[in-house]
């Protein structure tokens, strides 16, 4: 049997804000609901799936849903990308990612300017669009890397094309990965050049190179690999996880590449876990609050998921879920603390069941143990076909 399961992750999707949302000042976000009350979405195969049946959301509900449906509570104490897609897996941080939103303390800056055998700038929180037209020009004229940071668990290096090599801002990250350990481990510490194009300057993302911290090896994604099953990643999964336990990686830093290489897979695959990334309505939408880009690219996706169907297999399921919220409408720019949804699709699963609210975006790494090596799980108890 040619079992494959697909999971696909819409960054920055979420359904509702949590129970402790007020701990990370995300009162009132709803990243799906919001965002239709101002442009009413078209999601024809997300509807079918069952997403607006969801507990909690005030949409028409359909009586017919093809797939099964619910939302994710997380146990982990963030809203930030590695550590959602960590729990996914199975790995619960009861100690949060750390993070700067009063920039980086001077030590670390020194250390950093020591490793690099030069001055930095920056050393802010600030969007990678901003700071680039802000600080753009004096790094050009000094060659002084730009350091910055954001509300996610992250140190970000920005360089220009033509005044730092590549490879030189792939060693610069390398040592600021060393130097953001033990209690100062950044989630991601990320490669972001940027080069000139009509006067303007703008990010160069396939460029871009992220430097996770080293997963737990105690992961689905390691015990599936371990087990000979094909593991692929396509987006910024295997960056995420280090490189670790991936049979194959697509890597790609856009909704267009990351679809292409989800139907390439489709074709070519016989069996294995296939963990996928969608993360234009996080990085270009969600933290520009660009209601309108932020929809068209969820009506994009749900075009995708149409056309994905139509060629699954016998065997095959698709999971839709997503990392955190990140809520266009408010006046945030950062993740929210939000439920994400669950969707899960395949011959194989009972349709129309809802699963209503379950803890633990480590169901979804359970789920798929369930299915490759025969784990119980509770996901899987209410939805196999007997």
Same mark, same amino acid.
């Given at each position: 049997?040619?079992?494959?399961?697909?999971?696909?992750?819409?960054?920055?999707?979420?359904?509702?804000?949590?129970?402790?949302?007020?701990?990370? /000042?995300?009162?009132?976000?709803?990243?799906?609901?919001?965002?239709?009350?101002?442009?009413?979405?078209?999601?024809?195969?997300?509807?079918?799936?069952?997403?607006?049946?969801?507990?909690?959301? /005030?949409?028409?509900?359909?009586?017919?849903?093809?797939?099964?449906?619910?939302?994710?509570?997380?146990?982990?104490?963030?809203?930030?990308?590695?550590?959602?897609?960590?729990?996914?897996?199975?790995?619960?941080?009861?100690?949060?990612?750390?993070?700067?939103?009063?920039?980086?303390?001077? *030590?670390?800056?020194?250390?950093? *300017?020591?490793? +690099?055998?030069?001055?930095?700038?920056?050393?802010?929180?600030?969007?990678?669009?901003?700071?680039?037209? *802000?600080?753009?020009?004096?790094?050009?004229?000094?060659? &002084?890397?730009?350091? &910055?940071?954001?509300?996610?668990?992250?140190?970000? !290096?920005?360089? /220009?094309?033509?005044?730092?090599?590549?490879?030189?801002?792939?060693?610069?990250?390398?040592?600021?990965?060393?130097?953001?350990?033990?209690?100062?481990?950044?989630?991601?510490?990320?490669?972001?050049?940027?080069?000139?194009?009509?006067?303007?300057?703008?990010?160069?993302?396939?460029?871009?190179?992220?430097?996770?911290?080293?997963?737990?090896?105690?992961?689905?994604?390691?015990?599936?690999?371990?087990?000979?099953?094909?593991?692929?990643?396509?987006?910024? !999964?295997?960056?995420?996880?280090?490189?670790?336990?991936?049979?194959?990686?697509?890597?790609?830093?856009?909704?267009?590449?990351?679809?292409?290489?989800?139907? *390439?897979?489709?074709?070519?695959?016989?069996?294995?876990?296939?963990?996928?990334?969608?993360?234009?309505?996080?990085?270009?939408?969600? /933290?520009?609050?660009?209601?309108?880009?932020?929809?068209?690219?969820?009506?994009?996706?749900?075009?995708?998921?149409?056309?994905?169907?139509?060629?699954?297999?016998?065997?095959? !399921?698709?999971?839709?879920?997503?990392?955190?919220?990140?809520?266009?409408?408010?006046?945030?720019?950062?993740?929210?603390?939000? +439920?994400?949804?669950?969707?899960? &699709?395949?011959?194989?699963?009972?349709?129309?069941?809802?699963?209503?609210?379950?803890?633990? +975006?480590?169901?979804?790494?359970?789920?798929?143990?369930?299915?490759?090596?025969?784990?119980?799980?509770?996901?899987?108890?209410?939805?196999?076909?007997?």
């Amino acid at each position: 049997m040619s079992k494959r399961v697909f999971l696909f992750v819409l960054d920055g999707f979420g359904v509702g804000e949590c129970e402790d949302s007020y701990k990370w /000042h995300d009162e009132g976000s709803n990243t799906f609901e919001n965002l239709n009350k101002i442009f009413p979405l078209d999601l024809p195969t997300l509807t079918k799936l069952g997403i607006k049946n969801i507990d909690g959301l /005030h949409f028409d509900k359909i009586s017919n849903a093809i797939g099964s449906y619910g939302k994710l509570r997380e146990l982990s104490n963030g809203k930030d990308t590695a550590t959602g897609h960590f729990e996914m897996m199975g790995i619960v941080s009861k100690d949060p990612m750390p993070t700067y939103p009063n920039a980086f303390p001077k *030590e670390i800056i020194k250390k950093l *300017e020591e490793a +690099f055998k030069t001055k930095v700038i920056g050393n802010k929180v600030a969007s990678g669009t901003q700071i680039i037209q *802000e600080l753009g020009k004096e790094h050009v004229l000094t060659g &002084y890397p730009i350091v &910055y940071t954001s509300a996610d668990s992250v140190l970000q !290096i920005a360089t /220009h094309t033509d005044i730092v090599p590549l490879e030189k801002l792939y060693e610069y990250c390398e040592k600021a990965r060393s130097i953001m350990s033990g209690k100062d481990a950044v989630g991601r510490v990320i490669a972001r050049p940027f080069y000139t194009k009509d006067g303007e300057f703008v990010r160069y993302n396939d460029g871009r190179r992220d430097y996770s911290v080293i997963p737990d090896k105690n992961n689905t994604m390691q015990r599936l690999f371990d087990a000979g099953i094909n593991v692929y990643t396509v987006g910024k !999964i295997s960056e995420i996880f280090a490189n670790q336990a991936i049979t194959k990686k697509f890597v790609n830093h856009n909704n267009k590449d990351a679809i292409a290489a989800s139907f *390439e897979i489709q074709k070519t695959l016989n069996s294995g876990f296939v963990f996928v990334n969608l993360v234009d309505t996080d990085m270009l939408y969600g /933290h520009r609050n660009d209601v309108k880009g932020y929809a068209n690219s969820l009506e994009e996706t749900d075009k995708f998921l149409s056309k994905f169907i139509d060629n699954m297999k016998s065997d095959d !399921i698709i999971i839709v879920t997503g990392d955190h919220g990140n809520d266009p409408t408010t006046p945030s720019t950062d993740h929210s603390r939000e +439920f994400v949804p669950l969707i899960i &699709y395949g011959k194989n699963i009972k349709s129309n069941i809802n699963l209503s609210t379950i803890t633990g +975006f480590n169901n979804i790494g359970e789920f798929i143990e369930d299915y490759f090596l025969d784990k119980k799980s509770y996901i899987g108890e209410l939805l196999w076909k007997k």
